[in-house]
């Protein structure tokens, strides 16, 4: 999936649109998708200036977008009904960062189902930065009516 397939599916748009591009998905159970980091993002003007590093929250959010997309197309909502739908995060576990990420990485997210029960999706993420782990969480989240 492209960018443009991705914001059919997920409402998030510019500057807090985190996945470039969906490179692998397994209905049910896997997405692997990434992000190149950029110097031009606005998050570095202030995290840090001297020493750009991409905000963990930021990571953690990206996860969360590429679960987003597995949960939508898993399900096989519609895409004329996913404008109706909003994916809420229930909690964040096991949060750990492993290695600065920085402007000129590219971040991919590999995501992985542990539970579904209907509209609820339980994931472990992973990121990576040329195949090192740089960050990882176990998120929990649902799928709801705006």
Known sequence: MNVIDIQKVLPHRFPFLLVDRVTLLEEGKFIEAYKNVSISEGVFQ???PERP????VMIIEGMAQAGGILAF?????PTSEIENKVVYFMSIDK???RSPV????RLVYRLS?????GHIWQ??????????LVAEAELKAMIADK
């Open 123 to 132: 994931l472990k993420g992973e990121a990576f930065v040329e195949e090192k």
């Open 95 to 97: 949060a750990k960062f």
């Open 53 to 56: 590093i991409y905000p963990g």
């Open 113 to 117: 189902v542990l539970k579904n029960r």
């Open 46 to 48: 202030g995290h840090f």
């Open 73 to 77: 197309k898993s399900l096989k909502i």
């Open 102 to 105: 920085v402007p000129g990485d």
